[in-house]
């Protein structure tokens, strides 16, 4: 059986990519499993899928914590979220990202691959700039690296299960399958201990009477896209800090608003109720 | 037959459409709406000929498939968590008006705090409405169960509601292949509804009359009796239905390596896929240790958990939920069945998987770890998180 979990951000279609390798697996007559784990049900928020492919039915209903593959769909995950937990050593960490494997940071003993799954998405227009649909991409590179399944299975799941555009789907899944680089294992570190290769907060469990403001759960990970506020044109009416459903707004000493990146998850509301059109929202990656 | 790889919630979509089912109402609700919407699409591309009701709460569309079902038609809703609770008062009206309703319910947990992993809280609060449970564990039994519940419901002596639960994710949207049959060989095991309708159009007749006590006693022995009927009537639909699909499973309380066993851990739901594995293991390692899933849980299935105790000295019972004041209810349920048997083995309760959180084979071992161990009947939470929190903040 080979276990493989999925990371990415909630619209970006994580969960799709797991249920498509269930698809194609059982083209191939095999026995697949998956399922999505939803923490928060919005757009943009971290969202994890597992997919387990076996020759017998499966026999454990759990999510995956120990995977032998491990696939980062958005690179902005390996900032926030410990997408190598559990990752078994000689197992694969296969990331969306323009980097060669070798620049990867991965827990030791770990394979590392990437595809650009991004370039390739845009080049069959697949997503927008800020909201890459990367999944059929990655799918096809998950195919050639790890043989879980057969790129013709995928082809044939994508034709039937992809409700746009299957042609450019099944193109971006060949040119991921063509263009993904497998690396050398990451080196054990000096003293043999295994590394903790992403420093992430977890945050605090809360019970059903909050007591910590919005802005201490740090929302800021879900983030595609930022406000850009124009301080010129701000008319100081406070709409936006009063409108911010995550208190990301604190204002200066003057009025002005600032924005509180940790808790900012992207959602658009400051943007949208501003009477002098002062904010605009720009690509996360691009902004402050 | 075809064979396709779906989820436990449209698993459930295609029985209600193999059931031809002609009135559906619900209320969208995390994590059942994708059962409603499969059908909303099958209704649009007229691959399942009924009439859609949309309405504004889940109260409302239980309300609208009573009615339906007084007037005779096939009728299917699904819900969750909170909006099973909304529909609380109308379950009892279902049952006492002996209304042939199939329900999905996805097992999720009850708020507070906000939580859509699953739970059974939500189902095990409506045990005694007179409705009967289901709590399947792969997607295939899903589809089965719905269509046998619906000959079961419809039956005669029966005519009663059915729930058939799935655990929220882990069947509801967990993929795996699932054996659809065709619509030629549902039909001759199901066909359609004919007879009981309590209303009939351009015909006088009342839903919710009053009746005081000189016969509310025997109205309520009535809907016992045919509570009653369920332990004869469920095995027989069964095998008709493994007659014409050849696939059963195995009534209310199918066991597992059970024979010989010096334990036996009663389970319910997706625990019973990950706790067979378990028994394998086991198995193969010496012990002697077996399962029994409690798949029907309305009504209580007492005969056969009799004959189970004959054979057992220690059962372990794990709920995937918590029943205020008294523990698990499935292990107080056992208890109290055996406690009228000749045969009283040890039963030590089990709570695990609550609020959705994993029941793994290592929580599997340590029960059976526990229960082979110094006899101790007690209650414990199996799986709770090695850091106590403080939920008050």
Partial sequence: ?288 | MTREVLSGNHAQSHAVRLARAQVISAYPITPQTTIVEKLAEFVATGALEAQLIEVESEHSALQAVVSASALGARTYTATSSQGLLLMHELLHWAAGLRAPIVMGVVNRAVAPPWNIGADHTDTMSQRDTGWIQFYPESNQEVLDTVLVAYRLAETAEVRLPVMVSEDAFYLSHTVEPVDVPEPEIVDRFLPPRTGHAILVPGTVGRLGSFTGPDRYVEFRRELARASAQVPRVLPEVEEEYRRLTGRSHGGALPTYRAEGADAVLVTMGTMTTTARTVVDELRAAGQRVGLAKLRLFRPFPDTELRRLAATVDRLGVVDRSYTFGASGAAATEVQAALYRGPHRPLVAGFLAGVGGRDVTPAHIRRMFAELLGPADPEPRWADLAPLEVDVHG
């Fill in chain 1, 1 to 288: 059986m080979i276990e493989i979990r999925f990371h990415g951000r909630g619209g970006q279609g994580a969960v799709l990519a797991s249920e498509l390798l269930a698809q194609a697996a059982f083209l191939d007559g095999r026995s697949p499993q998956s399922f999505p784990f939803f923490g928060v049900e919005r757009r943009g928020a971290p969202v994890t899928a597992y997919a387990r492919v076996d020759d017998r039915p499966i026999g454990v209903r759990t999510s995956i914590v120990t995977p032998d593959v491990v696939v980062v769909l958005e690179p902005g995950l390996l900032r926030t979220t410990s997408v190598g937990d559990g990752l078994r050593t000689g197992g694969l960490l296969l990331v969306n990202s323009p980097l060669p494997p070798a620049r990867l940071e991965a827990p030791d003993g770990v394979r590392r691959a990437s595809v650009d799954a991004t370039a390739i998405a845009l080049a069959h227009g697949l997503g927008s700039r800020t909201m890459p649909i990367v999944n059929t991409t990655i799918l096809g590179a998950l195919a050639r690296v790890t043989g879980v399944v057969s790129l013709e299975a995928l082809g044939r799941a994508i034709d039937r299960y992809v409700p746009a555009a299957p042609a450019e789907n099944r193109a971006a899944a060949t040119d991921g399958f063509a263009s993904v680089r497998l690396g050398d294992p990451a080196a054990p570190s000096a003293n043999g201990a295994a590394r903790i290769p992403f420093a992430v907060t977890v945050p605090i469990p809360e019970g059903p009477l909050a007591r910590l403001p919005s802005s201490s759960i740090r929302t800021g990970s879900w983030r595609t896209l930022v406000p850009e506020i124009d301080e010129r044109r701000c008319t100081r009416c406070n709409f936006c800090w009063k409108y911010c459903p995550d208190d990301a707004i604190e204002l200066d000493g003057r009025g002005y608003p600032v924005l509180v990146l940790d808790a900012c998850k992207g959602c658009g509301i400051c943007a949208e109720v501003c009477p002098p059109h002062t904010i605009a929202m720009v690509a996360a990656s691009e902004g402050p």
